[in-house]
């Protein structure tokens, strides 16, 4: 059992179209990071939200994390070709161990 | 600017064969961590480090051995490799703080025939 549920698996889209992936649990966390990971390398983080309700935005990309601190999502707006990969998210249940989803891979094409 | 560096980056064993996945940082992390990631799984974590001389299993860690004798070298070892092991395998290191970013190499790609 995933302790972090992410949805949709798999998306893909036309360059332009808007996407929105989502991490849920039924735990609470003290933080949740977001990282994309491209062919061939590994994870890199895009990401940390900690405050309950908390919004961040990197350029076009929009994350959320819940009130409750038991959900995020990823937004992105006017997604481009070189948003295509595998996006994880990453939760801190109280120790230093991160608990991984199992990823969405994202596809745009051009 | 090296990060994590992992090596080998393949390498396809017969079952039964052993062989050491090297990892080392070059940004004084004192946390450092094994992963396997299989298709569709996500990130499984294999071992953790919190600092030289101290390691702990996560959950995945029947088959794999780890050391920590320094805060920059973080080795994997299998000893009897099975074609359940077969994955692509990431170190990654993080420092202090619980929000600190995981920073991770480029994987090594492992296959047991």
């Known amino acids: 059992t995933q302790l972090l549920e992410q949805s949709p698996q798999f998306l893909s889209i036309q360059e332009g179209e808007n996407l929105t992936v989502y991490c849920n649990s039924s735990?609470?966390?003290?933080?949740l990071q977001w990282y994309r990971q491209e062919p061939g390398e590994g994870p890199v983080l895009l990401v940390t939200?900690?405050?309950?309700?908390e919004v961040k935005k990197l350029k076009r990309l929009t994350f959320q994390f819940g009130d409750a601190r038991k959900d995020s999502s990823l937004h992105i707006t006017a997604a481009q070709p070189g948003d295509t990969g595998l996006y994880l998210c990453?939760?801190?249940?109280?120790?230093?161990?991160?608990?991984f989803g199992a990823g969405t891979t994202v596809t745009v094409r051009a | 600017n090296a990060g994590v560096t992992q090596t080998p980056k393949f390498r396809i064993l017969k079952i039964g064969q052993s062989m050491t996945l090297q990892c080392t940082q070059d940004m004084n992390h004192n946390y450092m961590y094994w992963y396997r990631q299989d298709p569709g799984m996500g990130l499984k974590l294999i071992y953790y480090s919190v600092g030289a001389g101290i390691t702990d299993k996560g959950e995945v860690p029947n088959g794999y051995n780890v050391s920590r004798s320094t805060t920059e070298d973080f080795p994997l070892r299998l000893e009897l490799a099975a074609p359940s092991q077969t994955s692509v395998y990431f170190c990654?290191?993080?420092?202090?703080?619980?929000?600190?970013?995981?920073?991770f190499g480029d994987g090594t790609r492992l296959s047991i025939l």
């Open positions: 990453a939760a801190d249940p109280l120790d230093y161990k991160l608990s």
């Open positions: 735990s609470v966390f003290s933080s």
């Open positions: 939200v900690v405050t309950g309700g």
């Open positions: 990654a290191s993080a420092g202090t703080g619980i929000d600190q970013p995981q920073h």
